[in-house]
């Protein structure tokens, strides 16, 4: 994907529970879910598609002075301030340098897990987006303690595709509540 593309993904969750015609609930099957993958600093990392709004190029992004280092600034899309974040100043690692390939991928998190419905729009930069892939949960191995470019706890799992490891990311813990919050006093104003 060259950074003048952009790509809407739509957020299809399958639901776990679904309801039975009697009123009781069934687990339903859990099959392969979608995760984009996309590289940073040469690792090959995924998140599920479920929280990404859209894949857009990269554009200039304007400083937001007293803010975390790995906090590059804000965008203007559509007339929303979005946020922008550098995963790889996140994961202590050099920043991204600037390629015709970066993309930002543009997310809908929940702000709070008590309320799911209220939602913040956030980036974050990637040296380039590789493919949107099905991965069974049996081939996800559980986040190792040690070994990782990356904090234990920024991680879901593993994945093994195709002779392949895939750093499958847990968004949720990367971007921190605080943060978040900081993030949304800038967008407010």
């Not at 739509?10 to 687990?27: M, N, T």
């Not at 995924?46 to 600034?73: C, D, F, H, S, W």
């Not at 991204?96 to 956030?122: A, D, M, W």
């Not at 991965?135 to 040690?146: L, N, Q, R, W």
């Amino acid at each position: 994907m060259s950074a003048s593309d952009s790509l809407s993904l739509a957020a299809s969750s399958r639901p776990l529970l679904k309801a039975a015609p009697a009123g009781a609930l069934l687990l339903a099957p859990s099959g392969p879910k979608k995760y984009l993958s996309f590289t940073l600093n040469g690792e090959l990392y995924a998140i599920t598609i479920e929280q990404i709004k859209e894949i857009i190029g990269l554009r200039p992004i304007t400083t937001v002075p007293m803010m975390p280092n790995y906090l590059r600034g804000i965008i203007n899309l559509r007339g929303m301030v979005v946020p922008v974040l550098d995963l790889a100043q996140r994961f202590g690692m050099e920043t991204i340098s600037t390629g015709k390939r970066n993309c930002i991928v543009i997310l809908e998190i929940p702000l709070y897990s008590e309320f799911p419905e209220q939602r913040h729009t956030l980036g974050f930069v990637v040296d380039m987006v590789n493919a949107v892939m099905d991965i069974s949960p049996a081939a996800i191995e559980p986040a190792p303690s040690f070994g990782t470019p990356i904090r234990p706890d920024f991680l879901q799992g593993i994945a093994k595709v195709k002779e392949k490891f895939i750093l499958l990311l847990n968004i949720q813990r990367v971007i921190m509540l605080e943060e978040l919050n900081a993030m949304r006093s800038i967008t407010k104003g």
